[in-house]
Protein backbone atom coordinates (compact mmCIF):
# COMPACT_ATOMS: atom_id res chain seq x y z
CA UNK A 1 0.00 0.00 0.00
CA UNK A 2 2.51 2.68 0.71
CA UNK A 3 5.04 1.23 -2.32
CA UNK A 4 1.23 2.48 -4.28
CA UNK A 5 0.87 5.70 -2.72
CA UNK A 6 4.77 6.30 -3.03
CA UNK A 7 4.25 5.30 -7.03
CA UNK A 8 1.53 7.98 -6.87
CA UNK A 9 3.75 10.74 -5.23
CA UNK A 10 5.97 10.75 -7.83
CA UNK A 11 3.97 10.36 -10.66
CA UNK A 12 2.35 13.71 -9.59
CA UNK A 13 5.77 15.34 -9.22
CA UNK A 14 7.29 14.11 -12.43
CA UNK A 15 4.10 15.79 -14.25
CA UNK A 16 4.56 18.60 -12.05
CA UNK A 17 7.93 19.01 -13.40
CA UNK A 18 7.24 18.14 -16.78
CA UNK A 19 3.91 20.65 -16.87
CA UNK A 20 6.65 22.99 -15.40
CA UNK A 21 8.97 23.07 -17.67
CA UNK A 22 6.34 23.10 -20.74
CA UNK A 23 4.81 26.11 -18.96
CA UNK A 24 8.18 28.02 -18.93
CA UNK A 25 9.01 26.91 -22.34
CA UNK A 26 5.68 28.51 -23.62
CA UNK A 27 6.18 31.88 -21.65
CA UNK A 28 9.86 31.84 -22.99
CA UNK A 29 8.57 31.37 -26.57
CA UNK A 30 5.29 33.56 -26.58
CA UNK A 31 7.81 36.17 -24.89
CA UNK A 32 10.20 35.83 -27.94
CA UNK A 33 7.76 36.55 -30.26
CA UNK A 34 5.91 39.35 -28.51
CA UNK A 35 9.12 40.86 -28.58
CA UNK A 36 9.84 40.66 -32.09
CA UNK A 37 6.96 41.35 -33.12
CA UNK A 38 7.44 44.48 -31.17
CA UNK A 39 4.90 43.72 -28.52
CA UNK A 40 7.29 44.58 -25.40
CA UNK A 41 4.22 45.31 -22.69
CA UNK A 42 3.58 41.71 -23.28
CA UNK A 43 6.89 40.12 -23.54
CA UNK A 44 7.88 42.09 -20.15
CA UNK A 45 5.24 40.16 -18.80
CA UNK A 46 5.79 36.61 -19.58
CA UNK A 47 9.57 37.32 -18.77
CA UNK A 48 8.49 38.70 -15.36
CA UNK A 49 6.10 35.79 -14.83
CA UNK A 50 8.95 33.21 -15.27
CA UNK A 51 11.34 35.48 -12.66
CA UNK A 52 9.14 35.86 -10.16
CA UNK A 53 6.30 33.92 -10.02
CA UNK A 54 7.77 30.37 -11.27
CA UNK A 55 10.99 31.72 -9.69
CA UNK A 56 13.51 30.94 -12.65
CA UNK A 57 16.75 32.67 -12.25
CA UNK A 58 17.94 32.31 -15.80
CA UNK A 59 20.42 35.15 -16.55
CA UNK A 60 19.10 34.97 -19.93
CA UNK A 61 15.50 35.50 -18.96
CA UNK A 62 16.70 39.21 -17.05
CA UNK A 63 18.98 39.72 -19.99
CA UNK A 64 15.39 39.93 -22.63
CA UNK A 65 13.35 41.15 -19.67
CA UNK A 66 15.69 44.33 -19.92
CA UNK A 67 15.99 44.37 -23.37
CA UNK A 68 12.59 44.11 -23.19
CA UNK A 69 11.95 47.37 -21.00
CA UNK A 70 14.70 49.36 -22.97
CA UNK A 71 12.62 49.14 -25.75
CA UNK A 72 9.32 50.08 -23.62
CA UNK A 73 11.31 53.10 -22.56
CA UNK A 74 11.70 52.35 -19.36
CA UNK A 75 15.03 52.90 -18.64
CA UNK A 76 15.30 53.07 -15.17
CA UNK A 77 14.03 49.23 -14.71
CA UNK A 78 16.10 48.14 -17.72
CA UNK A 79 19.43 49.56 -15.82
CA UNK A 80 18.49 47.60 -12.55
CA UNK A 81 18.40 43.96 -14.37
CA UNK A 82 21.41 45.37 -16.52
CA UNK A 83 23.19 46.07 -13.13
CA UNK A 84 22.17 42.45 -11.41
CA UNK A 85 23.42 40.57 -14.09
CA UNK A 86 27.11 42.18 -13.37
CA UNK A 87 27.23 39.21 -10.83
CA UNK A 88 26.79 36.77 -12.82
CA UNK A 89 29.11 33.92 -13.95
CA UNK A 90 28.66 34.36 -17.68
CA UNK A 91 31.15 36.29 -18.75
CA UNK A 92 29.51 36.96 -22.62
CA UNK A 93 25.99 38.15 -20.72
CA UNK A 94 27.98 40.35 -18.29
CA UNK A 95 29.57 41.45 -21.18
CA UNK A 96 26.59 42.44 -23.05
CA UNK A 97 25.04 43.79 -19.61
CA UNK A 98 27.81 46.28 -19.59
CA UNK A 99 27.76 46.99 -23.31
CA UNK A 100 23.79 48.24 -22.81
CA UNK A 101 24.62 49.65 -20.11
CA UNK A 102 27.24 52.34 -21.80
CA UNK A 103 24.48 52.46 -24.48
CA UNK A 104 22.11 53.81 -21.80
CA UNK A 105 24.53 56.25 -20.48
CA UNK A 106 26.05 57.65 -23.90
CA UNK A 107 22.10 58.23 -24.69
CA UNK A 108 22.53 60.28 -21.93
CA UNK A 109 25.30 62.44 -22.90
CA UNK A 110 27.38 61.03 -20.51
CA UNK A 111 30.54 59.59 -22.36
CA UNK A 112 33.60 59.64 -20.56
CA UNK A 113 30.82 56.98 -17.95
CA UNK A 114 29.51 55.35 -20.91
CA UNK A 115 33.51 55.41 -22.37
CA UNK A 116 34.68 53.53 -18.70
CA UNK A 117 31.59 51.16 -18.88
CA UNK A 118 32.66 49.74 -22.59
CA UNK A 119 36.05 49.32 -21.25
CA UNK A 120 34.76 46.54 -18.65
CA UNK A 121 32.96 45.18 -21.23
CA UNK A 122 35.75 44.77 -23.46
CA UNK A 123 37.30 43.24 -20.01
CA UNK A 124 34.79 40.80 -19.47
CA UNK A 125 34.59 39.71 -23.04
CA UNK A 126 37.58 41.09 -25.53
CA UNK A 127 35.19 39.55 -28.30
CA UNK A 128 32.55 41.40 -28.49
CA UNK A 129 33.01 43.26 -31.77
CA UNK A 130 30.24 45.56 -31.16
CA UNK A 131 31.04 46.64 -27.52
CA UNK A 132 34.25 47.83 -29.00
CA UNK A 133 32.78 49.37 -31.80
CA UNK A 134 30.52 51.53 -29.08
CA UNK A 135 33.83 52.06 -27.22
CA UNK A 136 35.53 53.95 -30.08
CA UNK A 137 32.16 55.72 -31.58
CA UNK A 138 31.67 57.07 -27.64
CA UNK A 139 35.57 58.11 -27.80
CA UNK A 140 34.63 60.51 -30.81
CA UNK A 141 32.12 62.06 -29.42
CA UNK A 142 33.89 62.60 -26.46
CA UNK A 143 36.90 64.39 -28.38
CA UNK A 144 34.45 65.70 -29.79
CA UNK A 145 32.04 67.12 -26.92
CA UNK A 146 35.69 68.12 -25.11
CA UNK A 147 36.04 70.20 -28.40
CA UNK A 148 33.00 71.94 -28.33
CA UNK A 149 33.64 72.63 -24.90
CA UNK A 150 36.70 74.47 -25.66
CA UNK A 151 35.36 76.02 -28.53
CA UNK A 152 32.91 77.82 -26.28
CA UNK A 153 35.21 78.58 -23.54
CA UNK A 154 36.74 80.49 -26.23
CA UNK A 155 34.30 81.87 -27.41
CA UNK A 156 33.09 83.08 -24.25
CA UNK A 157 36.64 84.22 -23.47
CA UNK A 158 36.45 86.14 -27.06
CA UNK A 159 33.56 87.80 -26.22
CA UNK A 160 34.43 88.97 -22.98
CA UNK A 161 37.75 90.35 -24.63
CA UNK A 162 35.22 92.32 -26.99
CA UNK A 163 32.75 92.93 -24.31
CA UNK A 164 36.20 94.47 -22.35
CA UNK A 165 37.46 96.40 -25.13
CA UNK A 166 34.05 97.90 -26.61
CA UNK A 167 33.93 99.17 -22.93
CA UNK A 168 37.51 100.63 -23.45
CA UNK A 169 36.85 102.03 -26.74
CA UNK A 170 33.20 103.77 -25.48
CA UNK A 171 35.54 105.39 -22.33
CA UNK A 172 38.11 106.27 -24.52
CA UNK A 173 35.52 107.57 -26.94
CA UNK A 174 34.19 109.77 -23.98
CA UNK A 175 37.08 111.13 -22.85
CA UNK A 176 37.91 112.12 -26.53
CA UNK A 177 34.20 113.85 -26.34
CA UNK A 178 35.11 115.47 -23.05
CA UNK A 179 38.02 116.84 -24.41
CA UNK A 180 36.59 118.24 -27.24
CA UNK A 181 34.10 120.13 -25.35
CA UNK A 182 36.57 121.28 -22.78
CA UNK A 183 38.96 122.23 -25.95
CA UNK A 184 35.49 123.79 -27.72
CA UNK A 185 34.91 125.35 -24.33
CA UNK A 186 38.14 127.09 -24.35
CA UNK A 187 38.43 128.53 -27.53
CA UNK A 188 35.08 129.63 -27.07
CA UNK A 189 36.58 131.58 -24.06
CA UNK A 190 39.45 132.70 -26.01
CA UNK A 191 37.07 133.79 -29.26
CA UNK A 192 35.04 135.65 -26.70
CA UNK A 193 38.06 137.38 -25.17
CA UNK A 194 39.60 137.56 -28.32
CA UNK A 195 36.77 139.50 -29.51
CA UNK A 196 36.59 141.69 -26.33
CA UNK A 197 40.26 142.78 -26.90
CA UNK A 198 39.24 143.68 -30.95
CA UNK A 199 37.01 146.13 -29.40
CA UNK A 200 38.78 147.20 -26.54
CA UNK A 201 41.60 148.14 -29.30
CA UNK A 202 38.60 149.71 -31.75
CA UNK A 203 37.35 151.49 -28.86
CA UNK A 204 40.92 153.09 -28.44
CA UNK A 205 41.42 153.51 -32.33
CA UNK A 206 38.01 155.33 -32.47
CA UNK A 207 39.30 157.46 -29.12
CA UNK A 208 42.69 158.16 -30.28
CA UNK A 209 41.16 159.46 -33.77
CA UNK A 210 38.90 161.24 -31.71
CA UNK A 211 41.62 162.87 -29.76
CA UNK A 212 43.65 163.43 -33.05
CA UNK A 213 47.60 162.96 -33.74
CA UNK A 214 49.47 166.18 -33.39
CA UNK A 215 50.94 165.66 -36.31
CA UNK A 216 47.43 165.01 -37.94
CA UNK A 217 46.57 168.20 -36.01
CA UNK A 218 48.96 170.50 -37.63
CA UNK A 219 48.63 168.90 -40.89
CA UNK A 220 45.09 170.03 -40.43
CA UNK A 221 46.27 173.44 -38.93
CA UNK A 222 48.73 173.67 -41.88
CA UNK A 223 45.51 172.94 -44.31
CA UNK A 224 43.39 174.83 -42.71
CA UNK A 225 45.85 177.91 -42.55
CA UNK A 226 46.54 177.47 -46.47
CA UNK A 227 42.62 177.06 -47.09
CA UNK A 228 42.52 180.38 -44.95
CA UNK A 229 45.38 182.14 -46.47
CA UNK A 230 43.48 181.19 -49.99
CA UNK A 231 40.34 182.22 -48.64
CA UNK A 232 42.13 185.72 -47.58
CA UNK A 233 44.02 185.72 -51.54
CA UNK A 234 40.50 185.28 -52.53
CA UNK A 235 39.01 188.28 -50.77
CA UNK A 236 41.93 190.19 -51.71
CA UNK A 237 41.09 189.25 -55.39
CA UNK A 238 37.98 189.97 -54.77
CA UNK A 239 38.39 193.29 -52.99
CA UNK A 240 41.29 194.37 -55.92
CA UNK A 241 38.28 193.78 -58.19
CA UNK A 242 35.90 195.54 -56.62
CA UNK A 243 38.68 198.61 -55.88
CA UNK A 244 39.51 198.66 -60.02
CA UNK A 245 35.67 198.76 -60.64
CA UNK A 246 35.40 201.46 -58.38
CA UNK A 247 38.26 203.61 -59.79
CA UNK A 248 37.12 203.06 -62.99
CA UNK A 249 34.06 204.36 -61.78
CA UNK A 250 36.06 207.13 -60.06
CA UNK A 251 38.14 207.93 -63.16
CA UNK A 252 41.48 207.43 -61.71
CA UNK A 253 44.31 204.99 -62.54
CA UNK A 254 45.50 202.29 -60.39
CA UNK A 255 48.95 203.91 -60.35
CA UNK A 256 47.68 207.10 -58.88
CA UNK A 257 45.83 204.71 -56.17
CA UNK A 258 48.70 202.90 -55.21
CA UNK A 259 50.34 206.47 -54.59
CA UNK A 260 47.58 207.60 -52.39
CA UNK A 261 47.49 204.32 -50.42
CA UNK A 262 51.19 204.79 -50.06
CA UNK A 263 50.95 208.00 -48.75
CA UNK A 264 48.24 207.16 -46.41
CA UNK A 265 50.51 204.34 -44.53
CA UNK A 266 52.83 206.31 -44.25
CA UNK A 267 50.92 209.03 -42.54
CA UNK A 268 49.17 205.85 -40.05
CA UNK A 269 52.98 204.95 -39.45
CA UNK A 270 54.08 208.44 -38.41
CA UNK A 271 50.69 209.05 -35.94
CA UNK A 272 51.46 205.05 -34.53
CA UNK A 273 55.07 206.29 -34.03
CA UNK A 274 54.17 209.50 -32.11
CA UNK A 275 51.69 207.85 -30.00
CA UNK A 276 54.24 205.32 -28.64
CA UNK A 277 56.63 208.09 -28.04
CA UNK A 278 54.26 209.49 -25.62
CA UNK A 279 53.46 206.50 -23.91
CA UNK A 280 56.90 206.15 -23.23
CA UNK A 281 57.58 209.73 -21.65
CA UNK A 282 54.18 209.39 -19.67
CA UNK A 283 55.54 205.79 -17.83
CA UNK A 284 56.50 206.34 -14.27
CA UNK A 285 59.59 204.93 -13.37
CA UNK A 286 58.84 204.20 -9.93
CA UNK A 287 56.41 201.51 -10.91
CA UNK A 288 57.23 198.24 -12.37
CA UNK A 289 57.38 197.41 -15.61
CA UNK A 290 54.32 195.24 -15.47
Known sequence: M?????LIVVAFTAFGIIANIATVNRLKKEAAAAYQNGEYEKAIANYQTLLDSLNIEDPNIRLNLAHSLIQAGDTVSAQRNYNRLLRTEDTNIKSVAYQQMGVIASGQKKYEEAL??????????PS???ARYNYELVKELLKKQEEQQQNQENQQNQNQQNDQQK?????????????????????????????????QEQQQEQQGESEGDPQDAEEQN???????????????EQSASQMSERLKE???SEEKARMILEAMRNNEMQYIQQN????????????PDW
Open 128 to 130: NEE
Open 167 to 199: DKNQQEQQQEQDQQQNQKGEEGEQSEQNEEGQK
Open 276 to 287: RRRQEKARDRTK
Open 116 to 125: SIFKESLKAN
Open 250 to 252: MNI
Open 222 to 236: TQQGEQQEEGDKSDE
Open 2 to 6: KLIVG
